[in-house]
Every structure is written in structure tokens, then in C-alpha cells.
């Protein structure tokens, strides 16, 4: 079965500008989640979609950085506009989202685009 | 305040040895605690999940104990190979939210 795919997997922007990121998810799967990698860090979750709809969004910068998941299958995150603290690597994951299994909570991640603010 | 710690240093072991891992973690009450692999530049890789009401997960030569007296896992890797070189990352899963740890950065020496 494919993975999650990510694209772009590198980005370079200037800080005040944006920037958005795609992914798609494997294929049946309900949630998708975005998190953000700074370097020597574990991944934060930004934001957590279940099928279409937002489950919890609590850590998203929500002054700069949305995010959609139209159809509930392929979603964007963007940041707009860029700071350099944005640096990171910017990483999908989805999983089954069952949530009456614990199976539904092994999440599958992308490759991540790295994202750089100068 | 809320916290994830697993080991600060870098684990450089022999090939063969017993590889462990530690996660302890304060002020959360997770329903569930997972462990991934995460090689430079690719993404996690999901290896074992286990509930809170667990205390030992094993897979092949993985295993997983689960103290939430403590607030501690123990991530083991028994006759560790090369190929078993990465950072591992624990994530403790509460409600709708997973926090992950720093991760500890494995070497295992030929």
C-alpha cells in the first residue's frame, strides 16, 4: 500500500512571506494529523483532523498557520505569514481512526518538508 | 507544568547487548503510550503501542513496560544490531492529544 505522501519535501522563504504544504494520506484512512519538527525536538501536533472535521486544533497558531482537509481525504497547512521560529520540518501522519481499537492510533508519517525562514 | 524526558545523552551500546530506553514523564495521565523510530530526514515509524493498563508489550526482539505509578516506560532491544541505529521517540496518547518526547539517540557499535 502507498505511504503518506508529502510535497514539497524542502522550502525556502523569506520571513513575512507564505507558504503551503500538501499531503495525502493513505487511502481509507480517517484521521490525518500535521505536526511541526524543530531540529532536536519530538514532533508537536499543530492540528488533528477526523474525516473532514477538526478534532482538536489546540496547539495551531491560529493567527498564522490553517489548515483545511477538503473531502475529507487530501489536506493543506499554511503559514501565512512566515517567522523565523517556523523553521522546521512540517510532517502529515494519518492513521486508521477507530477509535474503538487501539489500532487506530498507529500513525503512518510522511517524509516532512523542511521549512526554512530566512 | 507538563513534561516528556527520555534519556539526555546519546546510548552507544554493542552489537548484541541489550539496548534501553527510558520515558518518564509528569502530569499526564495517558491512555496509551507508543514508541517510534525515526531515522535522519524520514519521518517516525510506528513499532509498539501499550495501554495503560499494560505493564509489558513484546515484539520480536522489542519489548515495552508500562509503570503509570512510576510514570515510566522502559523501551528494550534485545541483540541490538547496527541496522538498529536511529532516535527513538516515546508519545504518550491522552484524550485527543499525543505529546511526544525528545527522543534518545541510539548507536549500536560492530
Known amino acids: 500500500e502507498a505511504g503518506v505522501a508529502q510535497s514539497p519535501r524542502y522550502k525556502i522563504i523569506e520571513k513575512r512571506q507564505s507558504v503551503a504544504f500538501w499531503c495525502n494520506p493513505i487511502?481509507?484512512?480517517?484521521?490525518l494529523y500535521w505536526y511541526q519538527q524543530i531540529l532536536g525536538q519530538g514532533p508537536k501536533l499543530l492540528i488533528q483532523?477526523?474525516?473532514?472535521?477538526?478534532?482538536?486544533d489546540s496547539q495551531l497558531p491560529k493567527d498564522r498557520f490553517s489548515a483545511e482537509r477538503l473531502k475529507g481525504v487530501d489536506s493543506t497547512l499554511k503559514i501565512q505569514p512566515a517567522k523565523l521560529e517556523d523553521s522546521a520540518v512540517y510532517l502529515c501522519?494519518?492513521?486508521?481512526?477507530?477509535?474503538?481499537?487501539?489500532?487506530?492510533?498507529?500513525?503512518?508519517f510522511g517524509p516532512g518538508t523542511r521549512l526554512t525562514v530566512t | 507544568s507538563q513534561k516528556i524526558e527520555q534519556n539526555s545523552e546519546a546510548l552507544n551500546i554493542q552489537e548484541g547487548k541489550t539496548a534501553t530506553l527510558t520515558c518518564n514523564y509528569t502530569?499526564?495521565?495517558?491512555?496509551?503510550l507508543q514508541w517510534y523510530r525515526q531515522d535522519p530526514g524520514r519521518g517516525p515509524v510506528f513499532l509498539l503501542l501499550?495501554?495503560?493498563?499494560?505493564k509489558e508489550k513484546r515484539k520480536e526482539r522489542l519489548k515495552v513496560t508500562f509503570d503509570t505509578t512510576l510514570k515510566q516506560s522502559l523501551f528494550h532491544i534485545t541483540a541490538s544490531q547496527p541496522a538498529d541505529s536511529a532516535t527513538y521517540l516515546c508519545?504518550?496518547?491522552?484524550?485527543?492529544?499525543?505529546?511526544f518526547g525528545t527522543g534518545t539517540s541510539l548507536t549500536v557499535i560492530p
Open positions: 502530569n499526564y495521565s495517558p491512555a496509551y
Open positions: 483532523f477526523q474525516n473532514n472535521g477538526v478534532v482538536d
Open positions: 501499550i495501554r495503560e493498563n499494560e
Open positions: 487511502s481509507g484512512h480517517a484521521t
Open positions: 501522519a494519518s492513521s486508521p481512526g477507530d477509535r474503538g481499537n487501539p489500532g487506530a492510533y498507529e500513525q503512518y
Open positions: 508519545a504518550l496518547i491522552t484524550g485527543n492529544q499525543f505529546y
